[in-house]
Structure formats: C-alpha cells, structure tokens
C-alpha cells in the first residue's frame, strides 16, 4: 500500500532563516506530487505541483521553492523566512494520469519567529 | 477568475439530525467534485467523488449531490454523531484540463450530542 511522509511534524525557525521540508512517498511510481499552505483557520492553498522529477509548476509567487530530484521525494525550500511563511505544510499525491483522489501527508506545522 | 465557495460559518447541528453543506463554484466546468473531512492538524481526508453526469453519490451516511446547472454541490451527512465534527472540503476538477486540485475554504461542522 501507499504511505506518504513528512518530516518534521513541527519546526520553529527565526526569521531571516532558511527551510526545507521533506515529502516523500512510497508504494507508487510517478506520483503527481503536491505542496499546499494552510493559515490558521483558513483553507488550503495550493503552492507547488509536480508532474515528474525536475518539473516543477508554481501556483502562488511567494518566498518558497519547490524541487523533485527523486520520483517520490518533494521538496519544499525557502533561502529566508518570513513572519507570512508561518503555517501548517502539507504534501499530497495523485496517481499521475488520474484525476481522482489526493492522498494528504500529516502535515508539518511551521512557526516563523 | 475562478472561485470555490463554502460556508465559513461553523455549522452546529444536534447529534442524530441532518447537516447539509453547500460548495458553490464560478468560472469552473468540472468533469467532477471531491469532498474530503479534515481533522484539527491533520491532513485532508477523501471522502466522496460525485461526476458531471451523477447526480448524486452515496456512502454509508453521506451524500452528495452535484447539480452542474446550478454550480452547486450538496453534501449531507445524515443521522450525524458527535465524531462527524470536523472541517469539511469541497475540490471542483476540470479533470484533464489540469493536474492540480483546488479546494474550497471548507465548512467546520459541530456535531453536538
């Protein structure tokens, strides 16, 4: 069966700070692959998607970068953290080709200082 | 520009009554619409997928509906107990028009017993 990570659950970091959080996923091949933001108390924002490795498609223009230098490793980077950047991370995936059901990490919570 | 509508106000039903939500959507075509149940600090969740031609889906308590006239999808959850409380989301997908998937701000139900 399929299992997607993140790491870390949770992560302070001052600002001025770089980031870089994992994804990674396993039991599938060729997985769209997905980063959003969630704010608190509000709804998903979808930042990054990822059709394949080194492709990359940015939704929102913002302080993060994302890259994929592995078939089922997503990763999601920032040279400089800003107060803004604050919030809960979450990586999904997708079988590639479907237009179905996403499969939704745990999450990393992120508090930017 | 494209727009995913839910009720931001928190619902608060009785255990064992009905509670109904609202998804509406503008400048969208979708070929189909996703609802998924997300917990506090937890991942979304899938739960149903209704397509343009259906015009409605069951599973075990929920259903949803999906008029494409309207612009509008109906999810219900019937005979609701207090472990249904949770934030609910609706995905509208123009399916191969792309590959990402976006979500509305969702509706926190509150199942009281």
């Known amino acids: 069966s399929q299992t997607i990570h993140q790491w870390p659950a949770t992560l302070v970091q001052p600002v001025g700070s770089p980031l870089s959080l994992e994804c990674t996923v396993e039991g599938t091949s060729n997985p769209n692959l997905y980063w959003y933001r969630q704010a608190a108390g509000r709804g998903l924002q979808l930042l990054f998607y990822?059709?394949?490795?080194?492709?990359i498609s940015s939704e929102v223009p913002q302080n993060l970068s994302a890259s994929r230098p592995q078939d089922r490793q997503f990763i999601l980077s920032s040279k400089k953290l800003l107060l803004s950047d604050s919030g809960f991370y979450l990586c999904?995936?997708?079988?590639?080709?479907?237009?179905?059901?996403?499969?939704f990490g745990p999450g990393t919570r992120l508090l930017v200082l | 520009s494209q727009k995913i509508e839910q009720n931001s106000e928190a619902l608060n039903i009785q255990e064992g009554k009905t509670a109904t939500l609202t998804c509406n959507y503008t400048n969208y075509s979708p070929a189909y619409l996703q609802w998924y149940r997300q917990d506090p600090g937890r991942g979304p969740v899938f739960l149903l997928l209704?397509?343009?031609?259906?015009k409605e889906k069951r599973k075990e308590r929920l259903k949803v509906t999906f008029d494409t006239t309207l612009k509008q999808s109906l999810f219900h959850i019937t005979a609701s107990q207090p472990a249904d409380s949770a934030t609910y989301l609706c995905a509208p997908s123009e399916g191969a028009a792309g590959n990402k998937l976006t979500f509305g701000g969702g509706t926190r139900v509150l199942v009281k017993p």
């Open positions: 999904a995936w997708r079988l590639a080709g479907s237009q179905e059901t996403q499969y």
């Open positions: 990822s059709v394949g490795i080194g492709q």
């Open positions: 209704i397509r343009e031609n259906e």
